[in-house]
């Protein structure tokens, strides 16, 4: 059963504290993105990555951090520096059609993680 | 600047008339255009895309989008909705940089179908 799959579901924090957003894919795609969803803000582009061991800054990146070490797994971690992480996160994934066609970059998304600070 | 509207936060229509929820876009050269929707609490889900061809795109769940170049739209459309289409829809725009490729989000419309 191919998809996008995000861990946990509810994730909590204390203040101060790092916590790691997991999402893991197996389409066989190249690229994956983190997104911040605030009611009435739509969906804010934290980092992507386009390739494995490269990753780029989106609109909102302070106060986050990624790694890319394997296509199919892109965590997130909060760090205490972002001052306002209650959210929910969505973690998107696009790649090459199939027989090598060049992609569309047609986004496929995780179920989400929702976060809340205590 | 490269951007993407919706210009209603909210949309109300009747279960079973037309419904179009609006997107207007601002891109240099040819728009890769997209449509989402997002029940609550889950992650978004593709509905259509817009490349090249065909100006009439159809998609899942009975979905289409009309793409017109000289107004710079792309509105979702279906002739009949349904209680069950209640939901936050996003319209998209892929943006490049070089190699780096992403999708600019209108910020939503959420549409609310009436039995």
């Known amino acids: 059963d191919g998809g996008i799959t995000q861990s946990p579901k509810y994730l909590f924090r204390k203040e101060g504290q790092n916590v790691t957003l997991s999402c893991e894919q197996n389409l066989n795609h190249d690229a994956m993105y983190w997104y911040r969803q605030d009611p009435g803000q739509g969906l804010r582009l934290i980092y992507y990555?386009?390739?494995?061991?490269?990753?780029q800054k989106g609109d909102i990146a302070e106060g986050y951090s990624v790694s890319r070490e394997k296509k199919e797994s892109f965590p997130l971690t909060v760090t205490s520096a972002q001052k306002n992480p209650t959210a929910f996160y969505l973690c998107a994934s696009s790649g090459d059609l199939a027989g090598g066609t060049p992609s569309t970059d047609t986004q496929y998304f995780g179920p989400g993680t929702r976060l809340t600070v205590l | 600047a490269q951007s993407v509207a919706q210009p209603e936060d909210q949309v109300n229509v009747a279960e079973g008339n037309p419904l179009t929820v609006k997107c207007t876009y601002s891109v240099s050269g040819n728009p890769y255009l997209f449509w989402y929707v997002q029940y609550p609490n889950r992650g978004l889900q593709f509905l259509l895309k817009?490349?090249?061809?065909d100006n009439l795109v159809k998609g899942s769940y009975g979905f289409e989008a009309e793409f017109n170049k000289s107004q710079t739209s792309f509105h979702l459309k279906k002739p009949s909705a349904l209680v069950s289409d209640s939901a936050l829809y996003f319209c998209a725009v892929r943006v490049s940089a070089g190699n780096n490729r992403k999708l600019i989000w209108g910020l939503g419309t959420s549409l609310a179908v009436n039995p």
């Open positions: 990555s386009q390739i494995v061991n490269d990753f």
């Open positions: 817009y490349i090249t061809g």
